[in-house]
């Protein structure tokens, strides 16, 4: 039992370092890209305000355009309980180095008549920081391959089966990302076996985490508890609880859903009885 204990401790021990690395790395990176745009930023405004007139013959081309953001691109996944391979929820959370936060809430259409409940608390239609959007799965692959290319770094918690899951339903771009795992971090600042789910993460930033299991609020949640760890300062994003629910398309797609999970249940009823 002492010689599991000790191993254990040299763990998370190894672990700790190891976040710590990565947090001052990631800190660093940051202050270099923000100090980057800031002074590319300074220098085109200078050199647009004594630049000669557009039909001076002596006329400079423009200076080149500041540098992209740093962005982290967060990402969290819900599935159906009953198939682990029909992913229900999409949620992505992005955060610019300008200080910008950015919330969306992918549903796929095939799947909205699965819901869970029954092991994993159903929390789909309470997302809290915009409207939710139904789209058929191929769309949201496509919407979400080109929100994430432009990411400097993939965020998530506990983030490998998301991100397996991801390139598993065609996104592309992930083979080999930049990744900040907020599971990992956490050792650099609670020791032991202690709880380090998300929604203990959350409570020990004080972010008064609502609704989790809801791709798009895990997503928030945890990109806020990552700049917590980083350090970063921002401004907690006002709660905007979706209104897709009163939306004639989203009433329409969920209840074609809905006809259609009823009427293969009707079909696989009938041929049993048979």
Same mark, same amino acid.
């Given at each position: 039992?002492?010689?599991?204990?000790?191993?254990?401790?040299? @763990?998370?021990?190894?672990?700790?370092?190891?976040?710590?690395? &990565?947090?001052?790395?990631?800190?660093?990176?940051?202050?270099?890209?923000?100090? &980057?745009?800031?002074?590319?930023?300074?220098?085109?405004?200078?050199?647009a305000?004594?630049?000669?007139?557009?039909?001076?013959?002596?006329?400079?081309? %423009?200076?080149? %355009?500041?540098?992209?953001?740093?962005?982290?691109?967060?990402?969290?996944?819900?599935?159906?309980?009953?198939?682990?391979?029909?992913? &229900?929820?999409?949620?992505?959370?992005?955060?610019?180095?300008?200080?910008t936060?950015r919330?969306?809430?992918?549903?796929?259409?095939?799947?909205?008549?699965?819901?869970?409940?029954?092991?994993?608390?159903?929390?789909r239609?309470?997302?809290?920081?915009?409207?939710?959007?139904?789209?058929?799965?191929?769309?949201?692959?496509?919407?979400?391959? @080109?929100?994430?290319?432009?990411?400097?770094?993939?965020?998530?918690?506990?983030?490998?089966?998301?991100?397996?899951?991801?390139?598993?339903?065609?996104?592309?771009?992930?083979?080999?990302?930049?990744?900040?795992?907020?599971?990992?971090?956490?050792?650099?600042?609670i020791?032991?076996?202690?709880?380090?789910?998300?929604?203990?993460?959350?409570?020990?930033?004080?972010?008064?985490?609502?609704?989790?299991?809801?791709?798009?609020?895990?997503?928030?949640? &945890?990109?806020?508890?990552?700049?917590?760890?980083?350090?970063? =300062?921002?401004?907690?994003?006002?709660?905007?609880?979706?209104?897709?629910?009163?939306?004639?398309?989203?009433?329409?797609?969920?209840?074609?859903?809905?006809?259609?999970?009823? =009427?293969?249940?009707?079909?696989?009823?009938?041929?049993?009885v048979?």
């Amino acid at each position: 039992a002492k010689e599991r204990e000790e191993k254990a401790a040299a @763990r998370d021990s190894s672990r700790a370092s190891n976040a710590r690395k &990565t947090i001052k790395s990631l800190q660093v990176k940051l202050r270099k890209m923000q100090v &980057t745009t800031a002074t590319a930023t300074a220098a085109a405004a200078a050199a647009a305000a004594t630049s000669p007139s557009p039909s001076s013959s002596s006329a400079s081309p %423009p200076p080149p %355009p500041p540098p992209s953001p740093l962005l982290f691109a967060c990402v969290d996944l819900e599935w159906w309980e009953a198939d682990h391979n029909s992913v &229900t929820e999409i949620g992505l959370a992005f955060y610019h180095s300008c200080g910008t936060l950015r919330h969306r809430h992918l549903l796929t259409s095939e799947h909205l008549s699965k819901r869970n409940g029954k092991w994993v608390a159903d929390c789909r239609d309470s997302f809290l920081f915009g409207n939710s959007e139904a789209l058929p799965l191929e769309e949201a692959v496509k919407e979400v391959t @080109r929100e994430m290319e432009n990411a400097h770094y993939v965020v998530g918690h506990a983030v490998k089966q998301d991100l397996k899951m991801l390139m598993k339903i065609g996104v592309k771009g992930l083979h080999d990302p930049q990744v900040v795992d907020t599971h990992d971090l956490s050792f650099a600042f609670i020791e032991g076996s202690k709880n380090r789910n998300l929604k203990s993460l959350a409570e020990y930033y004080g972010l008064k985490p609502q609704h989790l299991h809801n791709g798009g609020n895990d997503a928030a949640y &945890t990109l806020q508890v990552m700049l917590k760890q980083l350090e970063i =300062a921002f401004e907690v994003p006002a709660v905007t609880p979706s209104q897709h629910m009163t939306c004639p398309n989203f009433q329409q797609l969920q209840a074609q859903a809905t006809a259609e999970a009823q =009427a293969i249940a009707q079909a696989i009823e009938d041929e049993l009885v048979e």
